[in-house]
């Protein structure tokens, strides 16, 4: 990098950008961007603070506990194991009434199991075997029941056998019922007791009826008469999944009970009430799939007269029950307020008032404080002006005119004093009488102008003429005339006169230093060299 170029960095460091304003007199951008302010100023109005409710301050950290309950009897009457009454204490693990609990429905039950050796199931293939050296002993089968002894049993003649194991004997040898052992259980009863608080607004309440009444929860079940009783038939959990209960009590699955807080505090607490749904979880796959239902093992022991221990061991299938509970609480607080009607008011910054556009700017910088993504974001505001921009800018076919309007760079230079001849040797930009302007019967032959000429030479005379909007050409230049002046023949205070061919621009401003000259008699300039070349 040269000399130049260094140097052209460490000034740019020191550069100063501020905004300027352009109003464009353009009706086809204009109206769009009107277009884009209601737009947005419906989306804060309806989706922001009716259906969202912006003005509110949320709570989601909610604190639940929940406490289950199943009541009901069944009989049945099997080989394995007789005549027998099933209570809640039979057929519901755990029994602590937990968000998790397990409902069974059907059962394999392999019973009077001992500890001893026995052959091991023919259904197992690791447990296959030609000869005694095919079953290592002390090796456990793989997927098996135990642990092999070194000696294939076989069956008669047949060549394979299977390697005998020391285990719980008999092993499990029987496929699932085709019918559901309790199928009866689909009127059996769910009770539910939710108890819910947000933390932050120090909000508590639970789903149940607050009530003296000893028979209202012997007597009630859920539904839309009596939404504070979470009694809910098993039957009819599973059929609101869209499952048919023996299908599932067959093979088992599992259900989701969804409980949904959603409560405006700006209400009454009467009004905060609990939403049910209910979903199957499971991958319901094809009837014959390995992968289909839920099932587990599990065994009750027992010792005989004589101290030898033996168990039932129990296959059971069954429906999963998972009751998950969320919500979230909503209060009104000025703080989303402020931000929400700051970022509506931003909308509109150009035209309300200064405190408005403080407030306005103060909400969107909380905004982008409060959530470190939403920096990124840029204020409704900003958005519409900036799709306006570009549509300005780049898409119309004046682009080039009111992009040479919107950006210019600004620099201040010092007025130089004069030496004889109206030069002054030395400088970069120097002050020179400008051809042409002592015509003008309103500036007097003592004007300067400061221009970009080379260091001394003398101005070229003006090429073709071409003036911008609102400027008349006179005498060689192209004033400026600003509201109700336009169309008069000399600049005011203020205005800008340019020479067409970009050897200088003057800025006319008033002279109250001499009462010989007229107001807008003195000129004087502020402007980079960059900006004449443009």
């Known amino acids: 990098m040269g000399q130049a170029g260094c140097k052209g960095l460490s000034q740019s460091l020191l550069d100063y950008k501020t905004e300027k304003y352009v109003i464009a007199k353009n009706k086809k951008v204009g109206l769009l961007y009107r277009l884009l302010q209601v737009s947005i100023l419906t989306y804060l109005v309806v989706w922001v603070f009716l259906v969202k409710k912006g003005y509110q301050d949320t709570d989601t950290s909610l604190q639940s506990s929940i406490i289950t309950k199943v009541k009901g009897v069944t009989f ?30 059907n059962l394999i039950v392999t019973p009077n199991q001992q500890q001893k050796t026995c052959a091991e199931s023919e259904s197992i293939p690791d447990a296959l075997c ?128 969804q409980i949904e807080w959603d409560c405006d505090l700006d209400k009454a607490p009467s009004e905060c009430n609990p939403r049910y749904s209910f979903s199957r979880l499971d991958n319901k796959f094809s009837e014959n799939s390995i992968s289909s239902g ?82 990124l974001v840029r204020s409704p505001c900003e958005q519409g002006a900036f799709f306006c921009d570009l549509v300005l800018i780049y898409l119309i076919k004046k682009s080039h005119f009111y992009r040479d309007k919107k950006y210019e760079e600004v620099r201040s230079v010092m007025l130089l004093p004069l030496q004889p001849g109206g030069t002054f040797v030395g400088a970069p930009l120097i002050r020179a009488p400008l051809p042409g302007l002592e015509t003008l019967p309103w500036l007097d032959g003592n004007a300067w102008c400061v221009t970009a000429g080379p260091l001394g030479a003398p101005l070229e005379g003006p090429r073709k003429v071409e003036c911008s909007e609102n400027m008349l050409y006179r005498a060689g230049f192209c004033l400026r005339a600003a509201g109700r002046r336009k169309g008069l023949q000399r600049p005011w205070a203020g205005d800008l006169v340019s020479r067409p061919d970009s050897a200088a621009i003057c800025h006319v401003t008033s002279d109250k230093s001499s009462d010989k000259r007229p107001p807008w008699a003195s000129v004087s300039l502020s402007v980079s060299v960059l900006a004449l070349m443009f």
């Open 130 to 257: 030609y000869r005694d050296s095919d079953c290592p002993p002390g090796e456990p089968v793989v997927a098996g029941n135990g642990v092999r002894t070194g000696h294939c049993l076989r069956v008669g003649n047949m060549q394979r056998g299977t390697c005998e194991i020391f285990a719980w004997c008999p092993v499990e040898t029987k496929s699932r019922p085709a019918k559901p052992l309790l199928g009866k259980a689909e009127d059996f009863t769910i009770y539910i007791k939710n108890f819910i608080r947000f933390p932050k607004f120090n909000f508590s309440k639970t789903n149940v009826l607050d009530t003296k009444d000893k028979a209202f929860l012997k007597s009630c079940h859920f539904g839309p008469e009596n939404p504070y009783c979470p009694i809910f038939r098993l039957g009819s959990v599973v059929s609101w999944t869209g499952s048919n209960f023996q299908e599932i009590a067959l093979q088992g699955g599992v259900i989701g009970i």
């Open 294 to 375: 839920y099932n587990f093992r599990f065994a009750k022991y027992y010792r005989d007269g004589a101290g030898v221990e033996f168990r039932t061991l129990m296959k059971a299938y069954g429906i999963r029950f998972d009751v998950m509970v969320n919500g979230k609480a909503g209060k009104f607080n000025i703080i989303p307020t402020i931000i929400n009607i700051g970022s509506g008011v931003a909308l509109m910054g150009a035209e309300t008032p200064p405190p408005l556009r403080a407030a306005a700017g103060v909400a969107l910088w909380w905004t982008r404080r409060a959530c470190a993504p939403c920096a």
């Open 76 to 105: 049945t009457n099997t080989s394995e194991l007789g005549e027998r009454l099933w209570d809640v204490a039979d057929y519901v693990i755990p029994p602590q009434g937990e968000n998790v609990f397990f409902v069974v429905t």
